[in-house]
């Protein structure tokens, strides 16, 4: 063998071979350190440098929101909390210092020769310094905040007691798990054992090392004020130790230890309430008064405005759908997408612990705008230089919102004047007490930009109590305290259509407006139980013969005769008046940005191809698969005011564009239908001329120099059934909760020409000209007394 | 003792000294080895001044106090291992069994219940430190020598380890020492004396197949074993197989010190970040154990790939020197000594660098010559000058022809 020639000696080769596999170790070493230092290293070192760096982020500023007199509707205000200690806030910190105190004053030396018991007779001796001086603190603090003593110390208790109980329940669940795990062992379980697993168990859990809120949204000023007080150090009063020579153990400590001031910014809103003085002098006369009334609003365009959420937790997910929200944002944004991000790619958008979140209304809808970027502050932590990134205030969202004019109309609405409850010159035809309060909608559109001045939904509600009693706002079914009536609830639309459908059917080539037709009380000359006028109904007798002529366009808005509708309705069948009522935005989204709203619909399906001619003659008058909103209604209104063109409503500055479209209508249809608005309500046999209180009869509308066009309408609506005790297959029915017709009032209101269109509609309030035609009236008041008329 | 006998004319010290020093030129084939303790022990100095950075370091700054300390340890090694080349080797081959004994009773005293914790102060959970008051002390290093000393005592004129029964022997001692340091436990320096065992046994012409056999009986085994593992011990093998499947999850926890050593050597590339950065990147990375078991890491962040190698190449050169003393040196006692004591280096070396490059698990190891800490570095610094003393104190004529068997 070659090896033996050239290493005779058995030694040598051995060693050979040693060394051999001590290169042959080598080389994977070898091969790992190139590996590492070579293709990897750019990334290892990327990842090395960035712990040189540390990142802190700054809050931001949400945007305000402000109204159309830039009234300022939600701000951030600065706020903060009063943190402490858990042990501070038992008063073991007193223990742990009066221990501290006792080791210093025996000398470490003489400590550890003690006995425990010594110990702990010279720690009881300092524990009633530190006992005072905690009470002393909390004095101080109490003082400082401006609340009680005992409402702190029942903020202590309450920390404590929530704190402890969580940790039993801790304790408990730890216990049992122990010994399960045990038994599953198969070990014995001895006194010893047991003990052993409690005291394992009893192990204290995070929240007591933790701190805790003690007072909440203390002002700017006193939260600066309780920062310096947290950094105050003093000494311990030593009048209170028995012996003097002790009180050279005693060191300066905080006045409130472990006390921290959190900043919990808070939103501000400051016309949530306020207080309206409401003139009565134009009220119907059983409810008018020289005297004007003050009337406490509150939660005035809570529905409009929303509410932020709780700070979210570390743990928090996202809101739903919030995700692809921030993405459309910054798509249409191209200048806030460019500042988003940080060099490192981070959404400076995105939300964090503690953050707050829009969670309905604008502040939800406008989160991306109102949110801002937070600062960061990114640190080398070798050389100790600081880049900053000043934090981007969020964008200010202004409102076309009076948010006056919107209380006035809040206040008109409250059921403490009178006119939005239940009134004997009303004919509630279901008898119900005077002064049941009756809830519905307002809005005010102006004609010319169609923006919306008020839109007003009641009840309302106030963000205190969606915190304290959220069941007040979601638990009534009658009350929907929560949806904005004014854009989100379906309503069918009844007469108040009757004015545009003119104008659709004369544009559509369906009516002449040189012909008239005879109402002869029902629309099929041999079913006189169906398709009929009101007054066929109620008094067997029919508009030709009242007005002594066959109706033309401007009779029949009048009177707001139901065959002549019917007539038009069956002439411009389903394929007619669908697109037409398309053509005036119905079934499609306003997207005004300030929450939920309903599109309006035409038919059960999307595309109405479920429709057929007898819903056409039905959705003529407004009844039938037809649903609108109150804004609609004056959308709508302010269409035909401007001859037919539209502009889509909208309450966000921002998103105004000028885009009008024309729809084309034939001007005569528009003449014809104008001139019928102004005779309902100023005609001898207009529908919405008068009210007949105690047999005499009072106008509706009586503001001196103020024209108004306006439509009624009675609406028959679903009712609304309580929960069927014995489910849908038993005897028993669901009881009724509401039922009847809503009452409409849409109206145009101007001096020279319509310059507003204001539609009013109370849920189940009965006949539109009764209920709804007084709040119209006070409306066109409110308008005067805040300058718009 | 030659030298002795031819300068007995007058017994002057400082000629002694001038000759003693002359005639240390024959112990030329360690000098690679002394070359390679030198440079690693003195690099270790500034590596360890690197580690200790705490605050921005803008430069200027006189030694941080863990490197003045490795320093005086290096002297106070350096002293050691002069006294270990002071005796003839060979006497203390006769003397290999008693340090033995005294090591094995140092290591039972570490075992004793009673012992305050003043004296025997657990660390890591470990019993393996005796406090001396003004160092520590770990007898175990001691035992490494004495064991060496004695396995190479016992196996320098026998031929029964070419025979299964005859491995028994050998493998008694081993289990003597191994076992008590098991006991501590102290499992990564237990685990050094096998390899320095098979080291031995190998250059002593023990039958191959024999030790093959007992190799692969003993890798068939080993999974036996993890069941009696410590948790610790276990996360790390279960953290070394999730990194190897490129499983980050653990990154931040169990595999936290051999990721973070990996990233600091990784970012060190080529040629290594400079002197301030790299006190940074050590600092802010927070490596643990940076100045002891991890200063391979440091090496490599600071020099790079370069110096990695570099410092591999002087474990190479240090190996060569210890081969080239048993080579030259024409009596087996000799030999095998330089095997054994190159067998625990090898070993120890290997180890702590494949755990600070992420290919072994992480074990309580030191790098010799490089880590901080007196008792390794004494123990190094023995190792040395024994290499030394062999190669000094080789004898000039070959007693007999050792390891040549007719059987072979």
């Known amino acids: ?694 047999q005499r009869q009072e106008p509706i509308f009586n503001a001196p120099g103020v024209n108004v066009w306006g439509k009624t309408g009675t609406a028959e609506a679903p009712p609304i059934m309580g929960p069927d005790p014995d489910g849908p297959d038993g005897p028993l029915k669901p009881s009724v909760l509401e039922e009847g017709d809503h009452s409409w009032f849409v109206i145009l209101a101007g001096r020279d020409r319509p310059r507003y269109a204001i539609s009013v509609v109370i849920d189940y309030g009965g006949s539109g000209g009764k209920v709804s035609g007084p709040i119209a009236n006070q409306i066109i008041h409110a308008l005067i007394a805040e300058g718009y008329l | 003792m030659p030298y002795a006998a031819s300068s007995s004319r007058r017994p002057g010290v400082v000629s002694a000294i001038i000759h003693g020093a002359l005639s240390l030129s024959r112990a030329w084939p360690a000098l690679p080895t002394v070359v390679a303790s030198l440079a690693l022990s003195l690099l270790s100095i500034y590596l360890i001044d690197v580690a200790s950075t705490r605050d921005p370091y803008d430069g200027v700054r006189p030694l941080s106090a863990p490197a003045v300390r490795q320093a005086l340890y290096l002297l106070i090694a350096i002293a050691a291992s002069v006294l270990a080349i002071a005796p003839p080797y060979r006497r203390l081959g006769t003397l290999s069994w008693t340090l033995l004994g005294i090591s094995v009773l140092f290591l039972i005293f570490l075992l004793i219940p009673g012992v305050p914790a003043s004296i025997v102060r657990p660390r890591n959970g470990a019993r393996s430190w005796i406090d001396l008051g003004v160092a520590d002390f770990q007898p175990s290093e001691i035992a490494k020598i004495a064991y060496v000393l004695v396995l190479a005592w016992y196996l320098r004129f026998r031929r029964n380890h070419r025979t299964l029964s005859g491995l028994l022997p050998p493998a008694i001692i081993t289990f003597i020492p191994v076992g008590l340091i098991l006991l501590q436990p102290d499992l990564g320096t237990a685990a050094l004396f096998i390899p320095a065992l098979f080291a031995v046994l190998v250059a002593a012409g023990a039958k191959l197949r024999h030790l093959f056999m007992i190799v692969l009986i003993a890798t068939l085994a080993a999974p036996a074993v993890y069941p009696i593992l410590k948790p610790h011990q276990k996360q790390r093998i279960v953290g070394l197989l999730l990194q190897i499947r490129g499983d980050t999850s653990a990154d931040q926890d169990i595999n936290m010190q051999s990721v973070t050593s990996q990233r600091l050597v990784g970012a060190g590339g080529r040629t290594g970040v400079g002197d301030a950065h790299s006190r940074m990147l050590l600092h802010y990375n927070a490596l643990p154990e940076r100045r002891t078991d991890m200063i391979f890491a440091v090496v490599c962040n600071r020099f790079g790939w370069l110096g990695g190698l570099a410092v591999i190449g002087l474990y190479g050169l240090w190996a060569l020197g210890a081969i080239a003393t048993a080579a030259a040196c024409r009596e087996p006692f000799g030999r095998l000594a330089c095997i054994g004591l190159l067998g625990f280096i090898g070993v120890q070396v290997f180890i702590n660098i494949g755990m600070n490059i992420g290919v072994v698990p992480i074990v309580g190891i030191t790098l010799p010559y490089m880590s901080f800490g007196g008792s390794s570095m004494l123990t190094v610094w023995i190792m040395t000058g024994l290499v030394v003393n062999i190669a000094w104190r080789r004898p000039r004529v070959t007693l007999r022809k050792p390891f040549v068997f007719e059987d072979d």
């Open chain 1, 1 to 694: 063998m070659l090896l033996e020639t050239l290493f005779p000696s058995l030694f040598a080769r051995r060693v050979l071979l040693l060394a051999a596999g001590l290169s042959f170790a080598a080389l994977p070493l070898a091969l790992q350190l190139t590996r590492l230092t070579g293709p990897k290293h750019d990334e290892l070192l990327a990842q090395a440098e960035q712990r040189l760096v540390r990142r802190q982020w700054t809050p931001t500023v949400r945007g305000r929101v402000l109204d159309r007199h830039a009234r300022v509707l939600a701000q951030d205000r600065p706020s903060y909390d009063i943190v402490v200690a858990f042990p501070v806030i038992t008063g073991e910190w007193a223990r742990s210092q009066a221990g501290i105190a006792a080791r210093r004053a025996a000398g470490a030396g003489g400590w550890a020769n003690m006995s425990p018991a010594d110990r702990d007779d010279l720690t009881e001796r300092f524990l009633p310094v530190y006992q005072a001086h905690l009470e002393r603190g909390w004095d101080r603090l109490a003082s400082l905040v401006g609340v009680p003593r005992a409402h702190l110390d029942a903020q202590r208790d309450a920390v404590y007691a929530a704190v402890t109980s969580r940790h039993a329940a801790l304790v408990a669940r730890r216990v049992e798990s122990a010994i399960e795990e045990a038994n599953a062992r198969g070990q014995a379980l001895t006194d010893a054992a047991r003990r052993a697993i409690e005291r394992r168990a009893s192990q204290p859990i995070a929240e007591m090392r933790a701190s805790h809120t003690l007072l909440t949204r203390v002002d700017d000023d006193i939260g600066f004020q309780c920062a310096a007080l947290a950094g105050d150090e003093t000494l311990p009063d030593a009048t209170l130790l028995a012996d003097d020579s002790l009180a050279s153990a005693l060191v300066a400590v905080p006045l409130v230890p472990g006390m921290d001031v959190i900043d919990s910014g808070e939103r501000d809103y400051p016309y949530e309430s306020l207080s309206i003085s409401v003139d009565r002098s134009a009220f119907p006369s059983p409810l008018a008064s020289r005297t004007p009334l003050s009337v406490w609003v509150e939660g005035v365009a809570c529905h409009i405005l929303g509410h932020l959420r709780d700070r979210v937790a570390g743990d928090w997910a996202g809101v739903p759908g919030d995700a692809s929200r921030r993405r459309a944002f910054l798509d249409a944004n191209p200048a806030a997408a460019r500042d988003a991000f940080t060099a490192d790619g981070e959404d400076r958008g995105a939300y964090r612990e503690g953050d707050r979140i829009g969670d309905a209304g604008l502040e939800a809808m406008q989160e991306h705008t109102l949110r801002g970027l937070r600062g960061v502050k990114t640190t080398r932590l070798d050389t100790r230089t600081a880049d900053i990134l000043p934090a981007q205030p969020g964008q200010d969202v202004t409102l076309t919102l009076d948010l006056l004019l919107q209380a006035r109309i809040q206040a008109l609405m409250s059921p403490e004047l009178g006119l939005a409850t239940v009134q004997p010159w009303q004919g509630d035809e279901r008898q119900r007490p005077t002064g049941t309060p009756l809830y519905g909608a307002a809005v005010v559109l102006d004609v010319d930009t169609a923006e919306i001045i008020a839109m007003v939904s009641t009840p309302t509600y106030t963000r205190r109590q969606l915190r304290e009693d959220p069941r007040s706002v979601f638990g009534d079914e009658v009350a929907t305290a929560h949806i904005n009536r004014a854009i989100a609830k379906p309503y069918p639309p009844g007469s108040v259509v009757k004015a545009a459908v003119l104008a659709g059917a004369v544009t559509n080539g369906n009516y002449n407006p040189d012909h008239r037709i005879h109402c002869g009380g029902h629309l099929l000359p041999n079913r006189p139980d169906m398709y009929r006028c009101l007054i066929y109904k109620r008094y067997s007798t029919t508009h030709s013969i009242v007005l002594g002529r066959d109706l033309d366009g401007t009779d029949a808005v009048m009177v707001s005769c139901n065959v002549f509708f019917f007539t038009l309705g069956r002439r411009m069948g389903v394929e007619g008046l669908v697109p037409f009522y398309r053509s005036m935005g119905i079934g499609e989204p306003f997207g005004l940005g300030v929450g939920p709203e309903f599109r309006g619909q035409l038919g059960a399906r999307a595309d109405s191809s479920d429709l057929a001619l007898p819903d056409a003659i039905q959705m003529a008058i407004g009844q039938g698969p037809i649903a609108w909103t109150p804004l609609h209604a004056a959308d709508v209104f302010a269409t035909i005011a401007r001859g037919g063109v539209r502009r889509p409503p909208v309450i966000i500055r921002a998103s105004m564009r000028d885009d009008p479209s024309d729809l084309a209508w034939n001007s005569r249809g528009v003449a014809q239908a104008m001139e019928g608005l102004r005779l309902a309500v100023n005609g001898e046999r207009g529908t919405g001329r008068t009210l007949t209180i105690n």
